[in-house]
C-alpha cells in the first residue's frame, strides 16, 4: 500500500539538507538508497548527530504527526529518496491496521536505538561507543554471518565524533587500535569485521533491542536497497 501512496522519488548528491529545523513539510522521505544522517546545532555551532539512516528508514518520521521537526536531515552520501505525503500517509493508518502498527514500530525502533546511544554518550568507553555502534549497523543493513563480515562505511572521523561525542584525535586513535586488535579494517571506506562475536564483547552488544527488524510487516514496509 505505502508503495502506491509514494508521489515521487529523486536523487540528491551528498552532504546537501533534506529537512532543515523548524521549517513546514509535507512528506515524509524515505531512504531507497545511500545514508543520511539527523543532526541538531548549540547556538555556537556544534553539532551533534542524533540519529543515522540507512535505506528504509524514514528520515522525518515525526512528521506523520507533526508538521515541523526539532532536526535537520542531511545525505552522507549520494542518495535516493521517495516521498510520502503526510496526507496520504495518515489516511493509510486510518484504513489500514498493519499499516499503522509499521509505523509504530519504526518509532518504537527509533526510540530503542536513541536510548542505546545515550547510554554510549554517558557511559561507554570510546571504544566501546565505536564497537557498538558498528555492529548496530551491521544489523541495520542485514548484513549476516558471524567472520568476515563487509559492508560500505561513509563516515569521516569528525562524523564518528559528532555522533559519539569524541574529539576527532580520539576517534583516530581508538580505530585505530580496534584495528590493531584485529577487531575490524577498513580501506576505502568498507569495513569489514574479521570476528563479530569478539566485537560484540568488546563492545558489551545486546542486539535484542533491535528486535523489531525482524517483526516490521514486510508487504507495509517500503522496499530498499541494500546500500
Sequence with gaps: MLEHAVTWSKRFDSHKD???????????????GGWAYRYTCAPDG???LTALLVPGDIANLDMLLFERVAYSVRTLTDITVVALPRKQALALVDEYPGIARTFTGLAMIENAIASKWMLSLGRR???????????????????????DI?????????????????????????????REDGLIQMCDRVLTIPDVAALRYAAGFD????????HIDAAARPKADAA
Design 125 to 147: 568507553s570510546a571504544q566501546a561507543r565505536i564497537a557498538h555502534l558498528l555492529c548496530e549497523i551491521a544489523i541495520r543493513l542485514g548484513v549476516e554471518g558471524e567472520n
Design 46 to 48: 556544534g553539532r551533534q
Design 150 to 178: 563487509t559492508f560500505p562505511f561513509p563516515l569521516r572521523q569528525d562524523q564518528i565524533g559528532d555522533l559519539l561525542g569524541l574529539t576527532n584525535i580520539h576517534v583516530s586513535r581508538t580505530v585505530r587500535q580496534l
Design 207 to 214: 542486539p535484542s533491542y533491535l528486535y523489531m527488524h525482524r
Design 18 to 32: 533534506l529537512v532543515c529545523e523548524a521549517e513546514k513539510a509535507d512528506n515524509l522521505l524515505i531512504v531507497a
